[in-house]
């Protein structure tokens, strides 16, 4: 069975180049003075359908053998997910089928759509997203591509750790916290396993809503710890019930101690983007930027490096996060 | 006397290199839909203090002797200019003293004292800021780096026009307009020096406010023609009185004819940009991506390439442009 190393991730970014943007490596000297430290920010959200999907949803729809993925794909996602494996697939010429639930934002869904996929729609509440999703599979003979329990999922959003140890390189950094936004953890995994094998002294720290710490807690305690409810916070992208089965073993062996952060330092966090970085985040997006600028005692070392992983927010959750934090 | 040419502008690019950022190339399907031709655009509002400025700062101040750089600099500037050299000549390790309209955007005159600049307030209605700046200049022995009309200045903003050749060329794009905003012509005639040396298919075309569009009706003319106004627009970036006496006569021999833009169409491109680019623009940042956005038939070919310049806004603008355009 394929496994999720540092080769996948190699292999993945020769499938990516050309297709996914190398995104920028941001600061402001505003930002270091509010943190005490040196802060760069990986700026995803400028990643193709606005957030760092893109890469794990080509990296998996490229690696299908070609008559396999000529039948499509099919994938269950509160919304970033959705849109990275629905462009994907558009550029791929493939059909895809998304799952979505029925709250996630506007924006998410019209946007799915527009990409070429096929939507249904779900209840977060009283459905169960993944037979869904394993049903239309069997069903209509369509792949299903997870959205970080899978191999090739990990290995695109490895490439993030691939752009980051060269980045970091040129920056002269060799020591350091690399926070980032956390789900099910395939995101941290895959630059994880890239900044292992390419940057040992890089070392990565999930970031969490305070309410949905999953990771935190089964960091903490060794064993997989699932969350208290499924709903209630603006950061929808990263509202998993627990980490996965194939990311939480390789987070309990790389990762340092996780961090969470409130809804409202979240947008905090968006603020202090929009007028120092020039950047538009959601709030799950800004979760690690929030807890490097706000929380500062809890990273380590001179300098602190966060992924800001999407920005796919609707308008009004901006809005408010400007009214209320925006100096 | 030092000349603005293809040189200056790749002598500008080695003193800059390491020091202002690459920026993004930019795109989206949903933009290339509405624009009927591929988009692509020109992140600018990344670089350093938020604008393509930093280049200009960066290179006017790195090119004095050591001796005279020490005793510092000053500039006379509606805010972009302001941030651009007061933070290049804090890099430097010199002082800076920055004159600034009193009715600039707060943020950005807060943005150039924290950079360490002595900033001196003028009223733009009644002062006039150059003989202000003239006068500094002589009493405290500063140099006076100027906002456009100057050929170091002038090669900073070309490196822009250097990396576009670049980009565009990855991209298999050889022949496009490509839409400048555009004050005094610093930024346009940089642009427009290095791709007529390096991309001659590129055509610049210099995008301005509906009511500021000095540029565009003195390359009607032929000859220089002023604003009849000097406020009473958004793009405050933008509101120059006329074309300078060194960018004029290279806009008028490389140029395509001017466009502009109303404030509306700039801030309908904002919230475009905020929800398909996920970057933030200012106004002024704005209305090149709202001109191939909102008058596609006045650009030509099958893609046009967009410099979005700047994203110095405050949050009740954006506000504004979010909840009047905003999906």
Redesign the interface.
């Known amino acids: 069975m394929t496994e999720a190393n540092i080769a996948l991730i190699e292999a993945a970014a020769d499938r990516l180049r050309g297709h996914a943007?190398?995104?920028?490596l941001?600061s402001s000297?505003?930002l270091d003075e509010i943190a005490g430290r040196r802060v760069l920010v990986k700026?995803e959200?400028?990643q193709h359908t606005?957030s760092f999907k893109f890469r794990g949803g080509w990296s998996a729809v490229s690696a299908l053998p070609e008559e396999v993925r000529g039948k499509g794909v099919v994938a269950v996602s509160t919304g970033n997910h959705a849109q990275g494996v629905a462009?994907a697939a558009q550029l791929h010429g493939v059909p895809s089928v998304i799952v979505m639930p029925a709250d996630a934002p506007k924006?998410k869904i019209?946007?799915t759509r527009?990409?070429g996929a096929e939507v249904i729609l779900y209840d977060r509440e009283t459905e169960n997203r993944d037979e869904i999703g394993a049903k239309l599979s069997r069903e209509r003979d369509l792949t299903l591509i997870k959205p970080y329990d899978d191999p090739q999922v990990i290995a695109g959003q490895g490439t993030i750790g691939l752009e980051l140890a060269q980045q970091l390189a040129d920056e002269d950094i060799a020591k350091a916290d690399v926070l980032i936004p956390c789900g099910g953890g395939g995101l941290s995994s895959g630059i994880g396993l890239a900044l292992e094998a390419w940057a040992p002294g890089l070392r990565i720290r999930p970031v969490e809503p305070a309410d949905f710490d999953d990771v935190k807690r089964s960091l903490a305690s060794g064993r997989i710890e699932k969350n208290p409810k499924a709903t209630g916070s603006l950061c929808d992208a990263i509202l998993t019930p627990s980490p996965g089965s194939i990311t939480f073993p390789i987070l309990s062996r790389i990762a340092g101690p996780g961090l969470s952060v409130t809804d409202d330092e979240a947008l905090r966090g968006m603020?202090l983007a929009?007028?120092r970085?020039?950047?538009?985040?959601e709030p799950a997006g800004a979760v690690a930027l929030a807890s490097a600028l706000l929380h500062p005692n809890e990273s380590e070392g001179d300098a602190v490096i966060v992924v800001a992983s999407g920005?796919n927010v609707d308008?009004p959750v901006?809005?408010e996060a400007?009214?209320r934090f925006?100096?």
Chains 1, 2 share one sequence.
């Open positions: 943007r190398v995104t920028p941001l000297p505003f700026a959200c400028l606005g462009y924006l019209e946007n527009a990409l603020a929009f007028s970085l020039k950047i538009v985040l920005g308008a901006f809005r400007l009214d925006a100096d």
